[in-house]
């Protein structure tokens, strides 16, 4: 399979070593809007994007466009998230997003909002912690957030939430912190007077993420429309 990767960080070279060792090709490496063109003359597969906030609408719109897989796990641009949604759909181009392609942690969201749904019942107050290396730099995480919605979307006492410690129960408060050399690590916490409970996902290595989204990218590739993570994960 042909896999081109638009951006070349730390992610986009994990991917690229992890797409070798399953026998894939690295068609192009895309470093700047300028060189998007080349996807043309040599077409792949699938593109895999991680860059930044203000090019990632651009670089999917080129690809859905001229008719490329797209997936992407660049984070911070999600406003416009439904406006790429209706040009694929326009387009009847392919296109998955993640706020992170880890396996494990897909399966913890849905952990989630399974836990969120019981405990909306109950007199517990909770909170999200997220740790990521220092380099990050959105905050919270996509990942962070993600949670943060899937236990709204569970417990109406929760009508927001806020990227800091909170004392007021409607909102839902996320600790971020920023430390050298953490992959990521996600922790739902709920707590009452008499207990606690608390779930927990740490990636150990960078390369979690890279494999999932090579995996993604074999999943996709002749397929057709808009998918999500939980595609993925539930057509195993």
Same mark, same amino acid.
């Given at each position: 399979?042909?896999?081109?990767?638009?951006?070349?960080?730390?992610?986009?070279?994990?991917?690229?070593?992890?797409?070798?060792?399953?026998? !894939?090709?690295?068609?192009?490496?895309?470093e700047?809007?300028? &060189?998007?063109?080349s996807?043309?003359q040599?077409?792949?597969?699938v593109?895999?994007?991680?860059? &930044?906030?203000?090019?990632?609408?651009?670089?999917?719109?080129f690809?859905?466009?001229?008719?490329i897989? $797209?997936?992407?796990?660049t984070?911070?641009?999600?406003?416009?998230?439904?406006d790429i949604?209706?040009?694929?759909?326009?387009?009847?181009?392919?296109?998955?997003?993640?706020?992170?392609?880890?396996?494990? $942690?897909n399966?913890f969201?849905?952990?989630?909002?399974?836990?969120?749904?019981k405990?909306?019942?109950?007199?517990?107050?909770?909170?999200i912690?997220?740790? !990521? !290396?220092?380099?990050k730099k959105?905050s919270?995480?996509?990942?962070?957030i993600?949670?943060?919605?899937?236990i &709204?979307?569970?417990?109406q006492?929760?009508?927001?939430?806020?990227?800091?410690k909170s004392?007021?129960?409607?909102?839902?408060?996320?600790?971020s912190?920023?430390?050298?050399?953490?992959?990521?690590?996600?922790?739902?916490?709920?707590?009452s007077?008499?207990?606690?409970?608390n779930?927990e !996902? $740490?990636?150990?290595?960078?390369?979690?993420?890279?494999?999932?989204? $090579?995996?993604?990218s074999e999943w996709?590739?002749?397929?057709?429309?808009?998918?999500?993570m939980?595609?993925?994960i539930?057509?195993?």
């Amino acid at each position: 399979m042909k896999i081109a990767l638009i951006g070349y960080g730390k992610m986009g070279k994990t991917i690229e070593e992890v797409a070798k060792k399953r026998d !894939h090709e690295i068609s192009q490496i895309i470093e700047d809007s300028g &060189q998007l063109p080349s996807l043309l003359q040599n077409k792949p597969d699938v593109v895999i994007e991680f860059t &930044q906030p203000d090019a990632v609408v651009n670089n999917l719109s080129f690809c859905i466009e001229n008719g490329i897989p $797209v997936i992407t796990g660049t984070t911070g641009w999600l406003e416009k998230y439904d406006d790429i949604v209706s040009f694929c759909n326009e387009k009847n181009g392919t296109f998955l997003q993640s706020s992170n392609f880890s396996i494990g $942690v897909n399966l913890f969201f849905e952990l989630n909002e399974w836990l969120a749904k019981k405990m909306a019942k109950l007199n517990f107050s909770c909170s999200i912690e997220e740790i !990521h !290396h220092t380099e990050k730099k959105d905050s919270p995480s996509g990942t962070a957030i993600r949670l943060a919605e899937g236990i &709204q979307n569970k417990n109406q006492q929760f009508r927001s939430w806020i990227n800091e410690k909170s004392a007021d129960h409607t909102k839902l408060g996320i600790i971020s912190k920023r430390i050298e050399n953490v992959p990521g690590t996600h922790t739902v916490s709920y707590s009452s007077q008499l207990e606690s409970i608390n779930i927990e !996902h $740490v990636a150990h290595n960078r390369s979690v993420f890279a494999e999932g989204a $090579v995996l993604v990218s074999e999943w996709i590739k002749n397929k057709n429309g808009i998918f999500t993570m939980s595609d993925f994960i539930n057509q195993q």
